[in-house]
C-alpha cells in the first residue's frame, strides 16, 4: 500500500507514472479517469523553461500543486506498488 510519507519523498515524474500504473490496473473507472487526468496534466506541465521569471514560478505553482494532488490521490492505494514486494 502506497503510503504518505514514501509519496512524498518520490520524484513528480514517479508519481505520474504510477497514476499510469494505476489507470492500467483498476477496476474502478472513476480512479483510472482521475489517474489518468493526473498524468496527463504532469506530462503538459513539462515544457522548456520560461525566460520570464513570472511565466516559471506560475509553471512551478502548477507542478507543486499537481504533485500534491497526485500524492493525495495515490495516498493509501493498493492496486500499484513502487517497490518490489519481498
Given at each position: 500500500m502506497l503510503q504518505r510519507k514514501d509519496?512524498?519523498?518520490l520524484h513528480p515524474t514517479t508519481?505520474?507514472?504510477l497514476c499510469g500504473k494505476l489507470a492500467e490496473v483498476s477496476h474502478d473507472q472513476e480512479?483510472?479517469?482521475?489517474?489518468?487526468?493526473?498524468?496527463?496534466?504532469?506530462s503538459l506541465l513539462q515544457t522548456p523553461p520560461s525566460s520570464s521569471y513570472r511565466?516559471?514560478?506560475?509553471?512551478?505553482?502548477?507542478?507543486?500543486?499537481?504533485?500534491?494532488?497526485?500524492?493525495?490521490?495515490?495516498d493509501?492505494?493498493?492496486e500499484v506498488e513502487f517497490y518490489p514486494k519481498q
Open positions: 509519496l512524498e519523498a508519481l505520474a507514472v480512479a483510472v479517469t482521475k489517474a489518468r487526468e493526473l498524468k496527463q496534466e504532469w511565466e516559471e514560478k506560475a509553471k512551478d505553482a502548477k507542478r507543486w500543486e499537481n504533485r500534491q494532488r497526485m500524492i493525495d490521490f495515490l493509501g492505494r493498493d
